[in-house]
């Protein structure tokens, strides 16, 4: 085996160590309130039933976002042959850049580099649709890239988005009723008096840990669900897209209610699923083209069209 092949397997496994310590985590919370504190404890099947609906929600959406591959560019979006073997053979980058503008008139291509030019990915010979960028850790151009998330091991992007936000109110609303419901006796463990077994260390460990996550979880999602308002991924709110006219970092806004319906579907039964929801063809173009935003309508027809043919891969 190749020294390349041996170092990329593990810079592979060690990239699961995050999610397994959530895994850990999770699966020792479960315990702790579960069988320490709603069975030996103080039983109560109220908390259980509540904790249960909690921890499933939690787990599907976690499970989701790990394992929904990455959405890539569609094959229109490679060069033809020929074309790309004179690109390889091009050194001068005004040449390349001619090349990509012939290979680029028919593509639904509206942003450009900071420098005007067309995007165009080296490592995977593609040229990159609009809010499509390439993840150096998965090695692959993602659409509509957000970022590259450590703690599913995974591209959060146009595949995931809905489930990696659904994750994050799920993990929120697991570690507030945790840590709600574990309060009193955290308060009694310092005033002594929970009896003197070794549940009492678990209940103060659940509250801790319940309470730190919390901090750290509500920071994220508050910032998502704003990005989600403005319809901005991450990379786009760091450095904004640049267009045929001139860089608008809100060049994608359809309006607060499209905005959402874009990450979350138009359908509100299916908003707190973790399922792939379709964003509704028809009351897109109603609305782009009353707004006569051309390039935003030509954008989501893309982007559906990518979800057709991808659609069984995120199942
Ligand atoms: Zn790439
Ligand atoms: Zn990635």
């Known amino acids: 085996m190749a020294p390349t092949h041996v170092l990329r397997c593990c810079q592979r496994g060690l990239a699961w160590i995050p999610v397994i310590f959530i895994a850990l985590v999770v699966c020792w919370s479960y315990y702790a309130y579960v069988v320490e504190l709603c069975i030996f404890f103080l039983p109560s099947v109220v908390y259980l039933i509540f904790f249960h609906l909690s921890f499933i929600m939690f787990v599907w959406s976690y499970w989701k976002t790990i394992f929904t591959k990455p959405a890539n560019p569609s094959k229109e979006f490679c060069l033809p042959k020929a074309e790309k073997e004179r690109y390889e053979k091009e050194e001068r980058p005004e040449s390349q850049q001619e090349i990509l503008w012939r290979a680029a008139t028919s593509l639904p291509l509206y942003t450009r580099t900071g420098a005007g030019a067309i995007r165009y990915c080296d490592r995977c010979q593609v040229i990159k649709p609009d809010r499509c960028h390439h993840c150096s850790a998965c090695d692959m151009c993602v659409l509509k890239m957000d970022h590259h998330c450590p703690w599913v ?21 697991y570690c507030l009723f945790i840590a709600a419901t574990v309060l009193q ?22 509250f801790f840990v319940a309470a730190m ?33 001139g860089s608008d970092k809100n060049g994608f806004s359809l309006g607060f209610r499209k905005n959402i319906a874009q990450v979350f579907g138009d359908q509100k039964k299916y908003w707190l699923l973790p399922v792939f929801t379709r964003f509704e063809l028809s009351s897109c173009r109603c609305h782009l083209l009353l707004n006569c935003d051309e390039f935003r ?19």
């Open 153 to 173: 091991n995974n591209c959060v992007g146009f595949s995931n988005y809905k489930f990696f936000i659904l994750f994050l109110a799920y993990s929120l609303l």
């Open 185 to 206: 006796y955290f308060i009694k463990f310092w005033t002594n008096e929970l009896p003197d077994t070794h549940a009492k260390f678990h209940v103060l460990f659940l």
């Open 213 to 245: 996550f919390c901090i750290s979880i509500l920071s994220l999602f508050s910032y998502h669900l704003w990005l989600v308002g403005k319809n901005r991924s991450t990379i786009e709110a760091f450095r904004a897209p640049v267009f045929r006219t």
């Open 297 to 315: 309508w030509i954008l989501v027809d893309f982007y559906v069209n990518v979800l057709k043919e991808n659609i069984k891969s995120f199942f």
